[in-house]
DNA sequence: CGTTGCGTTGAATAAGGTCAAATAGAGTGG
DNA sequence: CCACTCTATTTGACCTTATTCAACGCAACG
């Protein structure tokens, strides 16, 4: 397949997926430098989030999806009695938004817990150059695809973990995810509240700060409010399997 | 968009989505004539299931994904310690399989739970025929959407419910999705166990046994084994909300 | 320096889980 | 068709876990 090459200019190329650090992570990830090229016309628009706005609400026409590229979301999803759940938190090189493909809206509020940076993706734009460029297509499928089999995995994790595991997951989660953006696995920031983790989790704010300080007694991390560090990795891996 | 026009075999036509009752369930819901006849090219094969057969399992390679035709289907993960997660139940018209695209193996176990048919639906034909079809690129790409977008009904369910709302919920749920199917809404019968049940509320079988034995008490259900008549669908539907 | 929001901790409570026993169907072989 | 077996279900008594309610501490911020 021949790409047909396109000038782009230089405020375009500043934002463009070629040159962007996190494409191995992001939409682009395992597509030859030709295909990048195709991305390149498609995400030119950026979108700054203040702390505390939002990107999408339940119930906004769906015209997007967005790739993080800086900064931190949670997604929830508000019950008609005002129960709050948190289904999500994303990090840079995450696609958020794709709950709204389906029925042309979104089905969850997603929410920047720290001032951050959105790629812009518009959706109809996407499923043309998916036509154009193969590698594109599938890689869109596989990640959402991967949403799906996230999904399931936080479905076990309130289903059959206890208390313990889920922060235990929950953690080594975070670290995981944190260690392939280059940072620290074992020493991060949590830009949640107790609150957010535990609606997450299906737990409330006061059982989460209990299992901290219990983590803590056992030497498997150390907390500080907001900052954590994990000092025994294996020991929080052995706390998975322990449910029954 | 003209649709070249290509001879079937009765035989096909025997399986063809064009002539499926569940079309507007399924795949096709919502294309035009043109593009359904599209898809007779691609959905050729059906495969029998057998109650207690999977479909896939955890682990296998990737290479379709399924229409249901006929029958009923659970999906679960198995946890390195044993413990079972039912992360779903399927039925007519719905697509399953979705969860191996992302890593070309799947994530889950899909189980009949009565002896079924499934249509095969070749992923990689997909893919093609999507880009000929821009009706089925879109409706494929809403239907991994929807999954997400139920994924997280699931978690709230999992997350913010108690056990009697999990369970309200639950028969609710199944009723929506019969009666969609033409049946009764009111009248059906549970193809899976009160085990799979729980496993998929995160709840013990006890527990739904009893929730079963209360809801008949307040006269909201009638239960005989897994017989379900629902005498009072308000009154299931005023139990959720009551939680927070 | 008071206010406010977030986090921690303790004691009491409730929800759901565990264990155990009884029962009822469904399937099987005689 | 009947007896037998196996599994699913129901129900009760008791126990564990996480929630609720409440008080207090800490840090950030005006």
Redesign the interface.
Same mark, same amino acid.
């Given at each position: 397949m021949k790409a047909s090459v396109v000038p782009i200019s230089v405020a375009q190329l500043k934002h463009a997926c070629s040159t962007c650090s996190l494409r191995e992570l992001c939409l682009p990830m395992g597509l030859s430098r030709e295909e990048v090229a195709h991305l390149d016309q498609l995400v030119y628009s950026r979108r700054k989030v203040k702390r505390g706005e939002s990107v999408y609400r339940a119930g906004d026409p769906f015209s997007a999806i967005y790739a993080i590229r800086t900064g931190f979301f949670k997604s929830n999803?508000i =019950?008609?009695?005002? %129960?709050?759940?948190?289904?999500g938190f994303h990090m840079p090189g995450e696609i958020i938004g794709?709950?709204?493909?389906?029925?042309e809206r979104h /089905?969850?509020n997603t929410i920047a817990l720290e001032d951050s940076d959105v790629c812009v993706i518009p959706f109809s734009r996407l499923?043309e150059i998916?036509?154009e460029v193969?590698g594109l297509? %599938?890689q869109f499928?596989? =990640? =959402? /695809?991967?949403?799906?089999?996230r999904?399931?995995g936080?479905? =076990?994790l309130?289903?059959?973990m206890r208390a313990e595991e889920r922060l235990a997951a929950f953690l080594l989660n975070l670290s995981q995810r944190f260690v392939a953006r280059g940072y620290s696995p074992s020493e991060f920031y949590l830009r949640m509240t107790r609150e957010e983790i535990g /609606?997450?989790?299906?737990l409330k704010l006061e059982t989460v700060s209990r299992i901290f300080s219990k983590f803590q007694e056992e030497k498997l991390i150390v907390v500080q409010l907001k900052h954590i560090c994990i000092l025994n990795t294996e020991g929080l891996r052995s706390i998975?399997?322990q449910?029954?």
């Open positions: 999803v =019950m008609e009695d005002g %129960r709050d759940q948190v289904t794709m709950d709204g493909i389906g029925t /089905s969850t499923e998916a036509n193969r297509q %599938r499928h596989r =990640m =959402m /695809s991967r949403e799906i089999v999904d399931q936080v479905m =076990m309130l289903g059959s /609606s997450f989790l299906g998975l399997g449910g029954g």
